[in-house]
């Protein structure tokens, strides 16, 4: 049913280049064409130009979650970035939410000299998070990073690396948007907070909408019910899980 | 107008946001100094002291018309002002490169918020201006109400030359470069030191250097009033500046997000 998308892409094409030459190009390119809309047709590749996604095609639906799959270089990062609005596409369409949460480099913007609550602040306000729900979440942040509240007039950079991805995680995954997206699974803290952060993970899968980029398939098999297979910029793949799981793993 | 509304709406959702990135800057000004704030006023002292001795060894010609310190003061201040828009702008691309490429903060965001740290310097350095101003023997008087306007389109001009020249500067950094010394030129031929010669022809195409526009008009509002003012002059130079502001807005609302893939 046409009302229950809550994500659509429709034949996304994203190009790329490899020298100089041809980003300067682009940058002329910016400073000239006063056009937000890309063309109407696909665009041909240009000397210096490759394909970095080709024709992809897909939608979700409520309740949806995505696993999209690919080795090194197959596009994932990308095509997340396309979906969360961070970048434009060449050509296509994509209609997704307009806020999403991004869990990727967790300490990305993060400001040393701050302390942890004005970092939580500066986070905030790069992701689109109100001071509001940072403070109305404040309680749950500190709980399953497992600090108290005096940790949030220490200075960041006195904190250790563990203690910083446990703080950014547990803000990401504790104030976040209706659309979350993963970009790698990474390994925080102990192996009991690990093993919490997946407990976590699977919790928001099912409760928004969400989609994670890995080349793991065997850590999303519990987490995702569609998937997508990723090859070299390519959609090889798109469907149930499980159906989706025989042809990579074999 | 619509590239204006859109920026607007983007301001106005994300004021809040606009704010915790001041308050880092701040933040980040006071960091392992003693000093702190006094840093606002050392930077101008510098160049100040050294024209006003200039000037006092007559070795720059100096204003018949009004005090030489109070006019290098005034002069410096607002010149300052103009090149730290320009300079903070047009370096926007370089100091929130992750920012810009890693998340979704409209572009406008982060000009306007890396620059509130230079209207927060103005402030406190145009309160000094006051007390050199008063101690020159000029009262204060009702016909200062036009300074903040032209601040204004000031403040227009000097983001649109900025945010032009972060653009260009995606293309070669011969912009930004060249621009940092033909600032360094103007403030030799904008009336910021001593004043440049009206009556000839040089003088007559000077008078539409938008910077000895602005320069010269705030110092002489502060000083003479009102009545110093060639409101033709400022008309042309505002309405340019209204003109370089609009297009700038249309360049970022074209260009935010494109320019994520040459960064």
Known sequence: MMNDKILEVKNLYKKHYNDDETKYKYAKNILTTFSTTNENEVPMLEKGEYWSLEDISFSLNKGDSLAILGDRSSGKSLLLKLLTNRLYPDYGTIISPSNSTVLEELRLGINGHLSVLENLYLKAALVSISKKTVLNNIDNILKFAEFDRDVLNTQWKYLTSDSKNKIMYSFLVNCKHDFFVVDGLTHIGDTEFANKCKDMIVQVSEDSTFVIATRHSRKVKHICNKLLILDKGKMTFFGEIEEGLKNYDS | ?263
């Open chain 2, 1 to 263: 107008m619509k590239a204006l509304i859109y920026l607007y709406k983007q301001l106005v959702d994300n004021y809040e946001h606009i704010i915790t990135f001041v308050k880092r800057d701040i933040k980040n000004m006071r960091v392992d100094t003693k000093l702190g704030l006094f840093w606002v006023i050392f930077p101008p002292l510098v160049p100040l002291s050294v024209f006003i001795g200039l000037a006092a060894l007559n070795v720059i010609s100096k204003s018949a018309d009004m005090p030489f310190v109070l006019y290098i003061v005034i002069g410096i201040t607002i010149y300052r002002f103009m090149t730290q828009i320009i300079t903070t702008t047009v370096n926007i691309f370089k100091s929130e490169r992750g920012a810009i490429k890693n998340f979704n903060i409209p572009l406008v965001v982060l000009i306007l918020s890396k620059n509130a740290i230079t209207f927060f310097h103005l402030i406190f350095r145009l309160i000094l201006v006051i007390f050199v101003v008063m101690y020159y023997g000029v009262e204060l008087r009702l016909d200062w109400f036009l300074i903040p306007i032209i601040f204004i389109f000031m403040t227009m001009f000097s983001l649109s030359i900025g945010v032009i020249f972060a653009f260009k500067n995606l293309l070669y950094k011969d912009y930004a470069k060249g621009l940092n010394l033909m600032m360094v030129y103007l403030l030799f031929v904008s009336s910021v030191i001593f004043p440049f010669p009206k009556d000839n022809l040089l003088g007559i195409i000077n008078s539409f250097n938008p910077f000895n526009t602005y320069v010269d008009f705030i110092r002489g509002i502060f000083y003479h009033g009102i009545n110093y003012v060639n409101y033709t002059v400022l008309g042309i130079t505002s309405l340019i500046s209204v003109v370089l502001f609009v297009y700038a807005c249309n360049l970022i609302y074209h260009a935010q997000y494109k320019v994520k893939s040459v960064l």
